[in-house]
């Protein structure tokens, strides 16, 4: 097994970078996300406002700090409640078989018979548009993904010699998933969850573009970006910088997952 390599590093320093910030960015910066500066509306990138105000005169570093926060949130809250439920159906369905098997996956077909980003506008539009609503729309765009690559390895595992042994000694099938199937098939599944990450986040940004995501005045990089569409022509920072923190906040995870799935295959 190789160590990581520059576009792991890369990956790993920008995550960094993104987590810092939002930690600990609202303890240093001047401003708060939601104070507005009548006084300063619309100021372009200075000293005193390194990116640049709304329209209301609110410091943009701080909003994109803050907007860094829901996007971490919701990102992880997504992919852990989609690994949790759908890596365990994923592997209850491979190991068993059956008709465990074909019920599980045509459910999870179901899911997968819809464009991620319209289910996930459909579930919010729905359910309403609030911070728990999209973390349950993304973690179902996210189940079936999940699903599929847990059956697939526990298809594989269920047949190798170290699980018949393990069998063959009279241990119950659930220890057996549990205990010996589930720490061999987390790596890809860990993989899948790091580049889940990077989709998550783009997923929050498109519906809190189109209103459907994390209701204002919490700050959210979509809606950052839905309010700068009326200023492009006088104040473009607006959009820029916004776009800028998702890029760096995707293309990390990104690297991060590539380099995490090049670390633990084992044929490297």
């Not at 994923?90 to 179901?110: E, P, Q, S």
């Not at 920072?237 to 923190?245: D, E, S, V």
Request: hydrophobic share 55%; net charge neutral; glycine share 12%.
């Amino acid at each position: 097994m190789k160590g990581w390599d520059a576009r792991a590093l890369t990956g790993m320093g920008l995550v960094g970078i993104v987590l810092l910030a939002a930690a600990f960015g609202p303890l240093v910066l001047p401003f708060g996300a939601d104070t507005p500066d009548f006084t300063a509306t619309l100021s372009a990138p200075s000293l005193r406002h390194p990116l640049g105000t709304d329209d209301l005169g609110r410091d943009v570093l701080a909003r994109i700090v803050a907007g860094a926060q829901v996007s971490l949130l919701v990102g992880v809250g997504s992919v852990a409640f989609a690994l949790l439920f759908g890596s365990g159906l994923g592997l209850v369905a491979g190991y068993l078989g059956g008709w465990t098997d074909r019920i599980v996956m045509r459910c999870v077909d179901v899911l997968l018979a819809f464009p991620g980003i319209l289910l996930a506008l459909g579930i919010t539009a729905a359910l309403g548009a609030s911070l728990v609503n999209v973390v349950v729309a993304i973690a179902a765009v996210n189940l079936p993904v999940f699903a599929r690559v847990a059956r697939a390895e526990a298809m594989v595992l269920r047949r190798r010699e170290f699980v018949t042994a393990v069998r063959a000694q009279g241990f119950p099938e659930h220890r057996i998933l549990i205990g010996t199937v589930l720490p061999n098939a987390s790596p890809p599944i860990l993989v899948q969850a790091s580049l889940l990450l990077a989709s998550s986040i783009i997923t929050e940004s498109v519906l809190s573009f189109l209103g459907l995501g994390v209701q204002p005045p919490t700050p959210t990089w979509g809606n950052m970006l839905r309010n700068a569409v009326g200023f492009l022509g006088i104040a473009d920072w607006l959009a820029w910088f916004p776009g800028l923190a998702i890029f760096i906040t995707v293309l990390g995870f990104n690297l991060l997952g590539d380099g995490l799935r090049d670390r633990l295959d084992p044929n490297n």
